[in-house]
Structures are given as structure tokens and as C-alpha cells.
């Protein structure tokens, strides 16, 4: 069974940082995806960042020049290093991994519990 944990969120000025931890623990298929999604009150779960294991980077153009993504594989953890925050980017921000063996033929789907980010104006 894999876990997913998050750490890293809190209280933050406008124009402040934070960095988003996660940790992932169980057997993780080697063909993998990390990311980072986060929901704002009343809005949809939407995709923040993601990483592939071979490095490969996607971000949400609100995001972008902002957040960055990385990931170590062989501590199977995913940090994401957010800068220049704004009020809109108050959300839960959940850890996600999507992983297959070469076998499958779909992803398997994993979710975090999620950790509260907020920034004021």
C-alpha cells in the first residue's frame, strides 16, 4: 500500500515562500508521476506541478517562474518550492502519484491527505 505525506504548509505574508514536502512510502511502480494539486474553497482540485522519474516538468501557467518542482527518486520524496506568493494561491495542496508497472496497463492513482496553504494580503 503506498502513503502518501505531506508537510510543509502554514501562514504566509503575500510576496513570502513556503516549501511543500512529500513523502512517499510501499512499493512504487518505477514508470511514475509526482505532482502537486491544490483546492481553493469553492473551486475545483486543480493540477499545480508534476514531475515525471525521468525529470520532466509540467506546470499551470498561473504557477509558472514561481513554484518549482524536484524530486529525489531514491528517497521517493517531491518538495515544491513556492515563491512570490499570492492570496490567490491559498488552497490545500495535496501530493499525488500516478505509477504503473510496465505490466499494467493503467495508472494507479495516489492522494495525500492534503496541507493548508494560506497567504495574506
Known amino acids: 500500500q503506498v502513503q502518501l505525506v505531506e508537510s510543509g504548509g502554514g501562514l504566509v505574508q503575500a510576496g513570502g515562500s513556503l516549501r511543500l514536502s512529500c513523502a512517499a512510502s510501499g512499493s512504487i511502480f518505477s514508470i511514475n508521476v509526482m505532482g502537486w494539486y491544490r483546492q481553493a474553497p469553492g473551486k475545483q482540485r486543480e493540477l499545480v506541478a508534476a514531475?515525471?522519474?525521468?525529470?520532466?516538468?509540467n506546470y499551470a501557467g498561473s504557477v509558472k517562474g514561481r513554484f518549482t518542482i524536484s524530486r529525489d527518486n531514491a528517497k521517493n520524496m517531491v518538495w515544491l518550492q513556492m515563491n512570490s506568493l499570492k492570496p490567490e494561491d491559498t488552497a490545500v495542496y495535496y501530493c499525488?502519484?500516478?505509477?504503473?508497472?510496465?505490466?499494467?496497463?493503467?495508472?494507479?492513482?495516489?492522494w495525500g491527505q492534503g496541507t493548508l496553504v494560506t497567504v495574506s494580503s
Open positions: 514531475i515525471s522519474n525521468s525529470g520532466s516538468t
Open positions: 499525488n502519484l500516478l505509477h504503473k508497472s510496465s505490466m499494467l496497463s493503467r495508472y494507479l492513482e495516489v
